[in-house]
Structures are given as C-alpha cells and as structure tokens.
C-alpha cells in the first residue's frame, strides 16, 4: 500500500469526493423505503389524504434527484482517480522496464510484461473504480438499512441476521478457490500475448516457409489453455449469483411469512412490512455487492502481484556507485583486463575468459572468429548492456561502471547484429542518432554510410514512411540505415556487431573508406564474419571458444595464428570455388 500511496496522491481529492458522494445516494436509498411506508400507512390506510400523499411523493422525487446527483458525482469522481491512477501507474512500469539490463530483461517474456502493462493495470484500475463507487455504498446500506430494519421490527430482523454468516461463509470459499485459479488465468494471457506478438512480428518467416498451419495449431493451443483456465475460475464466479439470489428469495420469504403472520395479529402494518422487504433487499443487495468486490479484488489482487514482480526486480547493472558521474568519453581508449563473463551464473563454463586486451584512440579494430565464440559478448560489455563478473573494463582508463550509463552509451555508437528500426519516416529513425541534427548532417552521415543514395531514389525520400520494423526495405538497406543513425551521434567509439553481412562487398569497402576519411578521431571496432571486412584495421583479435588466440595485423596472423589462417584459408577456398 505504501508502494500505491504516491498513484493516488495526486488524485486525493477525487479519492475523498467520489465516495462521500456515493454515501449521499445511500442514505437516499435508506430513506426510500420510510418514505414509501408513510404514505402507505398514513396517507392511504391512515387517511391523511391526498395533500400528505403528494408531499411523500415530492418529497421522494427530490430524494431520488439528489441520489442522482450524487450517484453520478461517484461515479465520474471514481473514473477519474481510477484512470489517473492507472496511467500513472502504467508509466512508472515501463519506466522500470527501460532501466532493466539485458539479465533483467531475460527473466521476462516480451507478452508477459505487455500483458502486465496492459491488462494486469486495466484489472487494478477496473477495482479501484468499483471500490470507489461500492466500498462505502454496499457497507453503508447494509449497516442503514439493518438499522432501519431493526427499527420497524427488531424480531423480523433476526430472520436476516442468520443468513448473513451464511453468506459470509459461502463468499470466503469462492475467493479462496478462485484466486488461484486468476493467477494460472494471466499466466496464459501471457503466453497467447508472446504467441501472438512473435507470429506478427516473423510473419513473412512463417509465410516464407509455409508455416501457417503449425502458427494456426501454435495459437490454437494457447488461445484453448487461456479458454480453459477463464472457465475454470468463472465457474467459480457463477456460483456468487446464484448463491446470493437463493438467499434472497429464502430470506424474503422468511421475512413475508413471519410479517404476514404479525400483520394479521396486527402487530405490524402493511407498509412497515413494504419498508422491511425493501430493507431486506437492500441488505441483500450490499452483500452481493461485497461479494462481487472480494471477487474482483481477487482477480485484481493477482495482477497487483504480477505487476509488484516487475516493480519491485532489482536492476543489476545501475550507476548509483559511480565515481564520476559527470564524466564523458573523450578520446575512445578501451582496455580489458582479466575479463570473465558468462550469461547464467550458475553454468560452469565462461563465455569470456581471461580477457586482455588495449585497444587504442583512434583505432580500427577487428574481431573474428567463428560462431558462437563470444565476439558480440566482448562488445557489449564495453557500454555495459552486461557487466564483467570478474576483471575490468575500461574506457579512457575510466572503469565502465564509474561512467553515468547516460555518459557512458553517449559516448559508444553500436549497431548490434540484429537490425531494428521503426515505425515512421526514415528521418525520424535517423534523428534517433540525434534528435537536434540538420538535414545537412542527415544528409552527410547517410552519404557516409551509403544510405543517402537509395533513400533519395524513394518518391519520399527521407520522408518514407517505414513499417514496423523496417519491414518495407531490404536487410542491406536496413543495415546501412542502421549505421547511419549510429554515425549521427557522433561517438567516441564505433562498435560495428556484423552490420554490413547483408551488404556487398563493393558497398562495403566504401563504407570502410568513409570511416577512414571521415571518422579519424573515432576508435572503431568491427566484428565480422569476412576476413575481408577487416583485413585492412590497424589489428585484428582472434577469438575460440571465449579466449583471445591471436592479436595483430592480418601479415602477423597468417605467420603465428593457426585458428586465423583456417578462416582465411577456408574463406578464400570459397571464393575459388565460387
């Protein structure tokens, strides 16, 4: 609760109107029937006559138009609060999110945290609403018109009283039955979320290898699991219906029988028994109304769960314990030293080990080596998307965690092996590199990256508008894009993670020759699979199975470095082949 507090803060006013309001329409309601009984006892059976009849009845629509008022005060006032408190509450969630790394992020599935920022808020922002509109109104009738009962006819009103333990009785088994059974009902939202996100996003995979019949039966499966798991905890719901409506007839039954008895004794008149029943509904009614909330909060409680996993998830790679927050990355030097790293760390093997390397300002870098052999890994410590367990890192002689993660990243550009861009026009996909930049320096970087060409043969031109995804270019032409948006920021060092795979040989080494002219200054390391791509860095880094084999230029290489030459070797046997 004390998590929540600062959600509804912000609305504390509409968190204290909404449900004084609601009162007002409770004790409208109460006096209803009090009302209806007077003009029964004393103006019809009494024969006070018409005038006392018609001032009851002005009396009552004037009670039933302050209800109104104040009904629809609740109600707006609940909606209010309810969504504020939601939308404030969704932001904070895919705020922490953002600031997960890479481990954090691999402990959740991409449907299970859309469904949390979607659905689990909705069933808590749906709770607060009916709280807001119920948790006064069902308490406060049931205790006035239990007064009000009491009142006309203290016997009649133990009828009531021995149902209502029963009821309490049969409503705390429902929830305990159905909130399990909520929890296994989100967790299979979850899993036909990622389903259906991964099938959207890979349509053209599935399509290309006419996969649709095991998408269709995929989906099937999960969307069946979800169905099953929904009817296993309605069916329990249900129960609440039925279970309060024979309890209303039993009790008004009850209540008709021993008041019809006392009427004819003369011990009660018919419009106190006309009072009594209508009181008698109501209590039942703000039972049902409880009910209906415990069940609610049930299901609502099970995705306050959900979402406090992902509030309460330490991040594991934060800059709280920066030396120098203030920092930047000026020169681009990077060191490793003694580097170990692996993935889950509980596995014996490393993924990185004993890691030593100098990389200088100013250098190209290439890193090779054959699949699989931790090339992207060594990368991606070095703007701390994943920190070193063991060793150290360092940038301009600065270990990477006493940088501010903001400086740091500022200062590294990295186009990562997969290609991602999104939805809008190719500008602003490019301006993400930086969202201050002219259309000159657009213009100059997608030269550089030899993008500008291909774009402008668009009608568009760097006004096209991408797909999701980049879905409506080529992979060469997504790659080019990619390295362009990178080059905008201007960075220290230049990471290239396999990112011209997809181009050309010729547009390629054009690309390298841009680099070499244009980014001087800029350290740059890339990693690939051609030996070509970085025959000419000024050193090339070896890597098998994790470790560092060979560091030197491609002549050094072929002369002392065995796992070099067989790349070389087999690369070159290809293109004869070829």
């Known amino acids: 609760m ?59 629509i004037i009670t039933a138009l302050v209800m109104m008022v104040g009904g629809v005060g609740g109600a707006y006032y609940a909606i209010e609060a309810s969504s504020g408190f939601a939308n404030d509450l969704r932001k904070d969630l895919f705020n922490k999110i953002q600031k997960f790394s890479f481990a954090n992020i691999d402990r959740y599935n991409t449907g299970s945290l859309v469904t949390r920022l979607t659905n689990d808020i909705t069933q808590v ?44 009785a049969a409503i705390f088994l429902i929830m305990k039955t159905a909130f399990p059974r909520f929890i296994a009902m989100q967790k299979n939202l979850d899993v036909l979320n990622t389903v259906t996100q991964e099938n959207l996003t890979n349509i053209r995979v ?103 996993e992902v509030l309460c998830t330490d991040i594991d790679l934060t800059d709280d314990m920066a030396l120098f927050k203030d920092a930047a990355v000026q020169y681009g030097k990077i060191e490793f030293r003694n580097v170990y790293f692996k993935y889950y760390k509980n596995n014996e093997k490393w ?26 890994s060594l990368v991606q410590l070095i703007p701390r998307l994943y920190d070193a367990d063991r060793g150290e890192v360092l940038v301009d002689d600065v270990n990477v965690k006493d940088y501010s993660l903001k400086n740091l990243r500022s200062g590294v550009g990295i186009v990562l092996q997969k290609n991602v861009l999104f939805s809008g026009t190719i500008k602003e996909n490019l301006k ?10 657009i213009y100059q970087w997608a030269e550089s990256a030899q993008a500008h060409g291909f774009i402008t043969s668009f009608k568009e031109g760097y006004e096209t508008e991408l797909g999701q995804g980049g879905v409506n270019v080529s992979g060469g032409q997504k790659q080019r894009l990619c390295i362009a948006r990178t080059l905008l920021k201007k960075p220290k060092i230049l990471i290239l993670d396999d990112s011209t795979s997809a181009v050309d040989t010729a547009t390629e080494a054009r690309i390298r020759e841009s680099f070499h002219k244009e980014l001087k200054g800029t350290t740059k390391i890339i990693i690939a699979q051609r030996i070509s791509s970085v025959f000419e860095a000024d050193k090339i880094v070896v890597l098998d199975d994790g470790k560092i084999v060979g560091i030197g230029t491609h002549e050094e290489l072929m002369q002392k470095c065995k796992a070099y030459t067989e790349i070389y070797y087999s690369q070159m046997d290809k293109k004869e082949t070829a």
């Open 351 to 376: 993924v990185l080990e004993n890691i030593n390397l100098v990389i200088n300002p100013g250098e190209t870098v290439g890193i090779i080596g054959s699949t699989g052999c931790g090339k992207s």
């Open 432 to 441: 993400w590199g930086d969202e201050y930049a002219s259309d000159e320096e």
């Open 2 to 60: 004390k998590r929540y507090w600062k959600y509804a803060k912000p609305y504390l006013f509409a968190f204290i109107t909404g449900p004084i309001l609601m009162i007002v329409e409770v004790i409208g309601e109460v006096v209803m029937p009090l009302l209806l009984s007077n003009i029964i006892d004393n103006g019809v059976n009494g024969g006070r006559g018409t005038l006392y009849i018609m001032a009851m009845g002005i009396t009552m």
């Open 125 to 168: 922002q749906n709770i607060i609403q009916m709280m807001m509109r119920m948790a006064l109104r069902a308490p406060g009738m049931l205790i006035g018109a239990l007064i009000m009962a009491f009142t006309l006819n203290p016997k009649l009103t133990l009828v009531i009283l021995c149902v209502i333990p029963l009821l309490a």
């Open 206 to 308: 599935v399509k290309s290898f006419v996969r649709e019949r095991f998408e269709e039966e995929k989906f099937k499966k999960s969307s069946n699991n979800l169905k099953e798991s929904t009817i296993s905890a309605m069916k329990v719901v249900i129960f609440t219906m039925p279970v309060m409506t024979l309890s209303m007839n039993i009790t008004t039954l009850g209540v008709v029988w021993f008041g019809g008895n006392q009427i004819i004794t003369g011990s009660m008149t018919p419009g106190v028994l006309t009072a009594f029943i209508n009181y008698v509904v109501q209590i039942l009614m703000s039972l049902m109304m409880v009910s209906f909330i415990i069940l609610s909060s049930s299901r609502a409680l099970a995705s306050a769960k959900r979402i406090n």
